[in-house]
């Protein structure tokens, strides 16, 4: 068991806290680059009330609006140079979790020489990082409330983390106002990626009590809230609910990390470029049910969390919230084949080598393989 525990700076958590913006930018810097994607923020407005909230602080700023879902490693690297190029001294994200991703990824490689990879791979130390300010608009990642930036490699299809305490956000901006126009088929899937980092990592081998809380909490939040949500309830404590959740889960991971279902999703997002939650929900039951006799006594807690009532009721409790959230998910619907197990299998080994060391299960690449076909 670890003994350290790790959290953002700053939280400032609220409905309508984006007005704040400029004034916690101004603690860190004179110029900002805001990196977002290429249309949501723009559509919502949240965009152009970010930048009127700097100019009223007079803090200047670029805007560079290429970062993707399973954001690229060439992206954060193009950021990093136009932060460079333009003199930012700090760097401001606006969007989901691929975009706070590549966020945290430019401004690391702002600071940082060398190839990306080399620093994913832990083969260069840190130099820091830029100052980064994260301003989620979607209730799933958690990005903003821990040091990891999740990047796909164009070259060869690995998608794994830069892990690196530099790069946890200096403040996180939660405003679940900023949410409410994700569309239903988005708050699906991102938060049942938030639902899985508390539980992944309150089955994790590298568990904390702190986290366990946090994780048993974050669970409670999603399961009280997210269906009514889905279902078009506009209760702001709702939202507020999922928003929380959503950065509790960021922040346990951080500490304990995640485990199989991660592991496994991760080859697949980085091979065919899918929706992270889609691929957690078809490999998360199948995990979980092949998983459950070792560790039946937190398995039941989760179960009995999403309405279930033993260990063994486990996956189908799982099953039952993602046909209730439109969810019900396969493999083969995202375009997986048999054909890219093998591929998927020894990818796994390579990227999420953690990620299958703190699972409850010792599972070899046999058993990853037939996982990864039982959830085609």
């Given at each position: 068991?670890?003994?350290?525990y ?21 603690r860190f810097g ?6 977002t994607g290429g249309?949501?923020?723009k ?5 152009d ?9 007079h803090?200047g700023f670029e805007?560079?609006d ?5 954001p ?8 990093a ?5 333009n003199s930012?001294?700090?760097v401001?994200?606006i969007g989901?979790?691929s975009v706070?991703?590549c ?7 702002a600071?940082n020489?060398g190839?990306i990879?080399d620093h994913?791979y832990?083969r260069?130390?840190?130099k820091?990082?830029l100052?980064?300010?994260?301003i ?12 990891f930036?999740?990047l796909?490699?164009?070259e ?9 305490k530099?790069?946890?956000?200096k403040?996180?901006?939660?405003d679940?106002e900023l949410?409410?126009t ?5 708050l699906?899937?991102?938060s049942f990626?938030?639902?899985c ?11 904390h ?8 909490y974050g669970?409670?939040l999603?399961a ?7 279902n ?10 999922l ?5 509790l ?7 304990v990390g ?5 592991g496994m999703e ?7 470029n899918?929706?992270h ?10 995990i979980t ?9 937190r398995y039941?807690t989760?179960?009995?969390?999403l ?6 009721d486990?996956s189908?409790?799982?099953?039952k919230?993602l046909?209730?959230?439109g969810?019900?998910?396969?493999l083969?619907d995202?375009?997986i ?8 299998t020894?990818n ?7 990620s299958?060391a ?6 070899d690449?046999?058993?990853i393989a ?7």
């Amino acid at each position: 068991m670890i003994q350290h525990y790790n959290i953002s700076d700053s939280l400032i958590f609220g409905r309508g806290k984006l007005s704040v913006t400029g004034r916690t930018a101004a603690r860190f810097g004179k110029k900002a680059l805001i990196v977002t994607g290429g249309s949501s923020s723009k559509k919502s407005g949240a965009l152009d009330r970010l930048m009127n909230c700097l100019e009223s602080e007079h803090i200047g700023f670029e805007l560079f609006d290429k970062a993707t879902p399973n954001p690229l490693t060439t992206t954060a690297e193009d950021g990093a140079r136009f932060a460079v190029e333009n003199s930012c001294d700090m760097v401001i994200a606006i969007g989901g979790g691929s975009v706070i991703d590549c966020t945290k990824a430019a401004a690391y490689l702002a600071v940082n020489e060398g190839d990306i990879n080399d620093h994913i791979y832990d083969r260069i130390e840190s130099k820091g990082a830029l100052p980064i300010i994260a301003i989620p608009t979607t209730c799933g990642t958690g990005s903003e409330g821990n040091g990891f930036a999740v990047l796909t490699n164009p070259e060869n299809g690995d998608k794994k983390s830069l892990r690196r305490k530099d790069i946890v956000p200096k403040a996180a901006i939660i405003d679940s106002e900023l949410m409410e126009t994700m569309p239903k088929s988005v708050l699906a899937s991102v938060s049942f990626d938030a639902l899985c980092h508390c539980m992944e990592a309150y089955i994790s081998k590298a568990w904390h009590p702190i986290t366990d809380q946090s994780a048993l909490y974050g669970m409670k939040l999603i399961a009280d809230n997210l269906v009514d949500v889905y279902n078009g309830c506009n209760d702001p404590n709702a939202w507020d609910a999922l928003a929380w959740a959503s950065t509790l889960g960021g922040m346990v991971i951080h500490t304990v990390g995640v485990t199989l279902p991660h592991g496994m999703e991760h080859p697949a997002s980085g091979l065919k470029n899918i929706v992270h939650g889609r691929g957690l929900a078809a490999l998360t039951p199948v995990i979980t049910e092949a998983s459950i006799e070792y560790s039946p006594e937190r398995y039941e807690t989760i179960s009995k969390i999403l309405h279930g009532m033993t260990a063994y009721d486990c996956s189908d409790a799982i099953r039952k919230l993602l046909e209730t959230i439109g969810l019900t998910v396969k493999l083969s619907d995202e375009g997986i084949t048999s054909d890219d197990i093998p591929f998927l299998t020894e990818n796994c080994f390579k990227v999420s080598a953690a990620s299958i060391a703190n699972h409850p299960a010792a599972f070899d690449r046999d058993m990853i393989a037939k996982l990864y076909e039982k959830a085609l």
